[in-house]
């Protein structure tokens, strides 16, 4: 009787490794399709001045006029998925994608790639509630936080105090603009949704919740308090998830500073 429990249990263990090295295979192979994802999307648009490889111990050195935006082919890309319409860089992270909105489902972007095509690791979106030309008062641009360091994963980078002040762009790239933000943010929050949450539209409301980050102090915030920002500007918000806490978002926000139509 000893003998077949020790069998037994013998089984179960081997099962159980069988199961969770599988997972970690499966997991191994969703993060290499994504960063190879990330690779073919760059080489597709012919970005070969920046590719987002930097380590962040420094900041990037961006050309006057904020030129390197021009080598991101929107013709090309809209051949790839019509939805797409923006990009999106963070110098000194390995934020470097193509944006995109569904019209139909929200949440479509969650679980498909750039190519519209089913991926675990989706692609980086906005909600149709926001236009298309950051005409408004907050723009939200979600993306996962991938285990590999792609999509939003590096948003998490702004935890640290030094990197927070290293780095103060975000550059967003459109066929006919390129727009430049200050960063002036970075903090954990709840899982509230911030469109249906807060009226950014009314400006009291606006500018009080800018009163509120701005009062943020807790450890784990950054806040840019020399950046001026005020119910008059127009920001973005980049929200990814917070590694075992479901009811919370890691946000890093960022003040339009530049705005010029594409050459």
């Not at 690779?39 to 001045?49: G, H, Q, V, W, Y």
């Not at 290293?166 to 430049?180: A, L, S």
């Not at 919740?209 to 980049?238: A, C, F, G, P, W």
Request: proline share 3%.
């Amino acid at each position: 009787m000893k003998k077949n429990a020790w069998k037994i249990i013998l089984a179960i263990a081997v099962l159980v490794c069988i199961v969770c090295l599988g997972r970690f295979g499966w997991i191994k192979y969703q993060d290499h399709k994504t960063e190879q994802a990330r690779k073919e999307t760059l080489k597709a648009i012919a970005r070969t001045e920046f590719t987002g490889e930097n380590d962040g111990d420094e900041p990037e050195k961006v050309p006057a006029g904020v030129k390197h935006g021009q080598k991101v082919d929107f013709k090309k890309l809209i051949k790839i998925n019509s939805d797409i319409y923006a990009w999106i860089y963070v110098p000194g992270t390995r934020i470097d994608y193509p944006v995109a909105q569904n019209q139909e489902d929200d949440t479509h972007y969650l679980k498909y790639n750039f190519k519209n095509e089913p991926e675990f690791a989706g692609c980086i979106y906005t909600e149709k509630a926001n236009k298309k030309d950051f005409t408004d008062p907050n723009t939200i641009f979600y993306g996962h936080n991938m285990r590999n360091g792609s999509m939003f994963q590096n948003l998490h980078k702004f935890e640290d105090e030094q990197f927070f002040n290293k780095h103060k762009e975000v550059y967003v790239y459109t066929p006919k603009k390129t727009y430049t933000y200050t960063i002036f943010a970075a903090y954990k929050f709840d899982d509230r949704h911030l469109l249906k949450t807060f009226n950014f539209k009314n400006k009291a409301k606006f500018e009080n919740y800018l009163r509120n980050v701005k009062n943020i102090r807790d450890m784990e915030s950054h806040i840019r308090t020399k950046q001026k920002v005020t119910s008059s500007d127009k920001i973005i918000t980049l929200s990814t998830c917070v590694g075992g806490q479901p009811h919370n978002r890691y946000l890093v926000q960022a003040v339009l500073t530049d705005e010029r139509s594409a050459e």
